[in-house]
C-alpha cells in the first residue's frame, strides 16, 4: 500500500491485490461547510445520479448496467463519497463515466426528488423508533448541521432552490479537499497516467485549518414524544463524547462494546433483557462524526417499564464507573471489535472506502492498523476513566409513549 499524487496534488492511495477480477475506486470530497438548510445536501446527493450534460438519466443506468458498472454517490454529513467498481477490463470506460458523473451532472428531476424524499421522510418517520431517535438526535446535536434530523429536513425542504443545490455542489467541486483511493489488479504507472486523463482538471485545495468553537450541551434536556397508539416505549439517553481523533477513541470504542454493542454479551443485553425481561431491543452506540460525537443507550420496551429501564441503565452505567472490568471481559471485547472490524475489509471496495475514509480525515491511510494496536492496549482502568469522564452531566432523555407514561 502507497500514496502518491496526481498532478493537481489530489492523494491517491494505491493497494495492489493481485488476481482479484474486480478493480475498486472511492473518491471523497470533504465537507468543510456545514449546510445552509438541512436536506440541501441529500438532495444535492440524489440528484448526482439524475443525468449529465452527455448522457440521460436513462442511458446512465443503461450503460453502467451493460457494462456491470457500480456507481453511486453517497453524501454523508463530513463528505461526499462517490464508489465505483468494475471488472478490470473495463476501467477505461468507468472512469470515463465517473468524470461525466462528477463533472457535467445537470441535476434534473428536482422537484420530482424533493416530491421522492418527502413522501419517503413521512414515511421513516411513521416508526416511532424513527421519530424518537428524530427528537434524541436534534437535541444532542442542536446549533450543529449533524442535528438537521428527519424532522428539520421537512420544514426546510420547500425552501431550497435548484439553483442553491447546484451552487453548493458547484462550491464542492472548487473547494473542497479530495482523496482518491484504488485497490485491485493494476498497472501503478499506467493507472496513474489514467486518473490525470480522467480528474487533473479537479481543483484541490489545501485543508482548512478549522478550530471554531463547538456548540456544547449546556444542561440536561428532556424530551418526551407523545404517540398514543405505540405499544412500545422508545427510549434514548446519551452524551456528546469527544470524536476519533480524541486518544481516547479506542477507549469509548471498547466501553460501547461492553455495554451495549456487542449483542448477546453486553452488559446490557444480559441484565436488562436476559434477567429482568424489560427489553425487545436494547443496546448502545458510539456515533463518530468529525466535529462532533453521541454515545447513546437505546431500549424499546413495554410503557410502564419507563422508570425501571432508566434506573437499570443509571445502575449499569453506574457499574461500570466504580467496578473495574475484569480482564476477561475486556479480553473478549477487545476480540469481539477487533473481529467486526476485520469484516470491514473483506473487498476491494471495503478496503478502498476505508483507506480514504481515514486519509480524508487526516489520520493517515494507515490508521486502522494504529487503531487495532491502540485498542489492544486499553486497560480496565482506562475503561472506567472513561465512563467517569464522558457518561455523566450534561445529557439528552428521549422518551416516546403514549400520554399516560410520560410523566416518570
Not at 500514496?3 to 488476481?19: S, W
Not at 443496546?283 to 410503557?303: C, G, N, Q
Amino acid at each position: 500500500m502507497k500514496k502518491i499524487y496526481l498532478d493537481n496534488k489530489i492523494p491517491v492511495i494505491y493497494k495492489e491485490n493481485k488476481n482479484t477480477p474486480r478493480l475498486a475506486l472511492c473518491l471523497y470530497f470533504k465537507i468543510e461547510e456545514p449546510e445552509k438548510k438541512a436536506g440541501l445536501y441529500s438532495i444535492l446527493n440524489r440528484l448526482l445520479m439524475q443525468g449529465t450534460a452527455n448522457r440521460s438519466a436513462e442511458e446512465l443506468a443503461r450503460e453502467l448496467d451493460e457494462n456491470a458498472i457500480e456507481c453511486y454517490s453517497e453524501m454523508k454529513h463530513d463528505f461526499l463519497r462517490f464508489k465505483l467498481l468494475c471488472l478490470n477490463e473495463d476501467i477505461d470506460k468507468a472512469l470515463e463515466i465517473l468524470e461525466d458523473i462528477v463533472k457535467n451532472s445537470t441535476m434534473e428531476d428536482f422537484s420530482k426528488e424533493v416530491v421522492k424524499m418527502k413522501g419517503e421522510i413521512e414515511a421513516e418517520l411513521d416508526s416511532p423508533k424513527s421519530r424518537a431517535a428524530d427528537a434524541f438526535y436534534k437535541t444532542l446535536f442542536d446549533g450543529l448541521s449533524y442535528g438537521h434530523t428527519y424532522t428539520k429536513t421537512l420544514e426546510a425542504l420547500d425552501s431550497i432552490t435548484k439553483d442553491e443545490v447546484k451552487s453548493a455542489y458547484f462550491d464542492m467541486l472548487e473547494k473542497a479537499p479530495k482523496v482518491m483511493s484504488l485497490v485491485g489488479d493494476f498497472d501503478e504507472s499506467d493507472m496513474t497516467a489514467k486518473l490525470n486523463k480522467h480528474f487533473r482538471s479537479l481543483s484541490n485545495p489545501p485543508k482548512e485549518s478549522n478550530d471554531d468553537d463547538i456548540v456544547q450541551l449546556a444542561e440536561n434536556k428532556k424530551v418526551t414524544v407523545e404517540k398514543n397508539d405505540a405499544s412500545q416505549a422508545q427510549i434514548f439517553q446519551g452524551w456528546r463524547v469527544p470524536t476519533i481523533f480524541d486518544k481516547d477513541y479506542p477507549v469509548l470504542m471498547l466501553l460501547n462494546t461492553i455495554l451495549g454493542s456487542s449483542g448477546l454479551s453486553s452488559r446490557l443485553f444480559v441484565e436488562l433483557r436476559d434477567k429482568k425481561g424489560l427489553a425487545y431491543v436494547v443496546r448502545s452506540s458510539y456515533e463518530v462524526y468529525d466535529k462532533a460525537a453521541a454515545f447513546s443507550v437505546y431500549i424499546a420496551t413495554e410503557p410502564k417499564n419507563i422508570k425501571t429501564s432508566l434506573e437499570g441503565f443509571e445502575f449499569e452505567i453506574n457499574r461500570i464507573k466504580t467496578t473495574p472490568v475484569d480482564e476477561t471481559e475486556l479480553e473478549n471485547a477487545k476480540n469481539n471489535l477487533i473481529g467486526k472490524r476485520q469484516f470491514f475489509t473483506e473487498t476491494n471496495l471495503q478496503q478502498s472506502s476505508l483507506y480514504a475514509f481515514y486519509e480524508d480525515k487526516g489520520l493517515g491511510y494507515d490508521f486502522e492498523e494504529k487503531l487495532i494496536e491502540a485498542v489492544k492496549k486499553v486497560s480496565a482502568e482506562d475503561i472506567k476513566r472513561a465512563a467517569n469522564e464522558y457518561l455523566k452531566d450534561p445529557h439528552v432523555l428521549t422518551v416516546l409513549a403514549p400520554g399516560e407514561y410520560l410523566e416518570f
